[in-house]
């Protein structure tokens, strides 16, 4: 056990007198009902807390319920989590709530094992839910709380390894209480957030001082060791806005691809700047994406963005389609739509913006 019985009483007690006295309120915190706070975890990994309230109020409202998730349309679900990112996660949930309606009646499970089958859930999430909804002693150990019990521990070895991640969900059980445990892991994540910070800790108003070894021995600006930098690859992409008589030619991504299951405007990866090189490629890229022949038309925006480790620049050309032969290469499913019924499609976040040039 990382701590002693003592530090562990007093740090539980000042924990809860400073959760008591400074919890954010948030729209997911007021309820224990699994599926909401299923949700708000999922929508949470990797999204700032500001983006995911009007995403949580408006999915929830839609969807209230896990057999409501079940029975809607994966491109419901999409559009609801349109901008959002990570789109895996909305699908994942998606299946997750088919197999808690086949599997268990369409009750989330309470049973840990079961939590863990479940699409896109791991041990954080499984133990976030069973302990806020069910509140069941199960540690959690996500960026913020990592942060803190490196601190606590003042353990300065990396987080990753399976050395570093063993002592810190050893650490991260040993702190929790035997009851109100929800309520505990969401203090360690409030305190991480909030207090414990990774840049500039406020050990000063941290209800930790005096416990913590790191601050104790002025390491709290060290530990844990910052992860190396990410090297960032620049990619030069073009979308082509293909029009047929009004109406406008979507793709949708196969299973497999970033966006799966949203539909975008055709879109690929182009090399070279001449404008004769760049209008061929145009032209061989919508034919191989789709089978559809087109005369390039207007450069009309640029739009750059990051995804993941690449800095993409998109341009994004008009063009009339000419002529159709088969499904192009990729097979990919295709549509013509006219512009008003755009806003019913999920697309990708740059894919939107180009929906308001149409
Ligand atoms: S004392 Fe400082 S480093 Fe330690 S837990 Fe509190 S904020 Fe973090």
């Not at 056990?1 to 562990?8: E, H, K, T």
């Not at 949470?44 to 500001?50: G, I, N, S, Y």
């Not at 445990?181 to 941290?206: D, H, I, K, T, W």
């Not at 159709?324 to 697309?347: F, R, S």
Request: with cysteine; aromatic share 10%.
């Amino acid at each position: 056990m990382p701590f002693d019985s003592a530090w562990l009483r007093e740090f539980r007690r000042r924990l809860r007198a400073w959760y008591g006295q400074h919890a954010r309120e948030l729209p997911w915190r007021g309820t224990r009902d699994p599926y909401a706070v299923w949700l708000s975890e999922i929508m949470l990994q990797q999204t700032q807390v500001e983006t995911v309230k009007p995403y949580f109020q408006r999915f929830l409202t839609a969807l209230p319920t896990i057999r409501g998730l079940a029975d809607a349309d994966e491109q419901q679900v999409l559009r609801l989590w349109e901008g959002l990112g990570y789109y895996r996660r909305a699908r994942q949930l998606h299946q997750a709530a088919r197999r808690i309606v086949a599997d268990h009646g369409g009750r989330f499970p309470c049973d840990p094992q079961a939590v863990q089958r479940l699409p896109g859930i791991g041990r954080y999430t499984a133990g976030a839910i069973l302990s806020i909804a069910f509140d069941q002693r199960r540690p959690i150990l996500e960026a913020n709380t990592v942060r803190v019990f490196s601190r606590l521990l003042a353990y300065e070895g990396p987080t990753t390894t399976s050395a570093g991640q063993k002592l810190l969900w050893a650490a991260a059980e040993a702190v929790l209480p035997s009851r109100d445990v929800g309520r505990f892991n969401q203090a360690l994540m409030e305190l991480g957030s909030e207090v414990c910070r990774a840049r500039g800790p406020a050990c000063e108003v941290c209800p930790a001082a005096g416990l913590c070894h790191a601050h104790l021995r002025g390491l709290q600006n060290e530990i844990p060791r910052p992860k190396p930098r990410r090297q960032f690859e620049d990619v030069s992409e073009a979308a082509v806005l293909v029009r047929r008589r009004g109406r406008v030619l979507l793709i949708q991504w196969p299973e497999g691809r970033r966006w799966a299951g949203l539909w975008d405007f055709p879109r690929f990866a182009v090399h070279g700047n001449q404008t004769a090189e760049i209008r061929r490629a145009l032209v061989d890229n919508v034919r191989r994406l789709t089978g559809v022949t087109i005369s390039p038309g207007e450069h009309r925006k640029t739009l750059r963005h990051g995804v993941t480790r690449f800095r993409i620049t998109l341009d994004c050309y008009d063009a009339e389609y000419v002529s159709h032969h088969g499904g192009g290469t990729e097979n990919l499913a295709q549509k013509w739509v006219w512009p008003a019924a755009l806003e019913h499609y999920p697309l990708s976040s740059t894919g939107r913006k180009l929906a308001g040039l149409v």
